[in-house]
């Protein structure tokens, strides 16, 4: 009887254990969504901010809040956050449920300077959306990339940019600029997706459906995004 007790509460125990830590994990993506949240709308609020045109053209939007400096230094992740896109096959609906993911890599450590960067990336067509979901890709590489332009009314129909499946931006000690991310890789968060949503999903699960409600941690973002381009603009 005792033998059976010890087992019982032992397996209780492993449970509740293992419960205590999908929460902490669930809250750590949360607390990403709401801190992507407060970034985009700070610089959605910017003077000289992301050119209307380019963010009315994007399939999806990644932010990335506050990456240390101090994690290029032991060569780990940059950071981590969400990617937002327009619902659909092509990517023309509404903005949808986030995805989570990891930016790693390459030589921002020597470009940002500050002790806390914030990064918004524009995918500007299907097959950067679609690389993007499936798989880990190299900006500059895999997808062409480029630091993207600044101002509202901004001039953005150069070649530079119409080329460009990504274009990169960097807020430090509040200046808000493009920046180039040639050389880093942009990847799914696998274990974030599956932390936030309680199940096994992947990016492309979340993005393309069968898709999941979107957290109330995510509301304020998609909010955001919704009233500063409710409609995707023809290339």
Sequence with gaps: MRTLFRIMLAVTLISSAALAADTKDKQKQEDRLQNAATVMGEILNIPDNIPQDLLDKSKCVVVMPSVLKAAFVVGGSYGRGAMVCRSGKDFSGSWGAPAM???????????????????????????????LLHSKVKLGGDLSAAAGPVGRTAEANTDAYMRSEILTYSRARGLFAGVSLEGASLRPDDEGNVALYGRNVTASDVVLGPAPATPSSAHNLVALLDKASPHLKSA
């Design 101 to 131: 993911y990891v930016l790693e890599g390459g030589s921002i450590g020597f470009q940002i300077g500050g002790e806390a960067t914030d990064f918004v990336l524009l995918i500007m067509n299907e097959r950067g959306a679609n690389s």
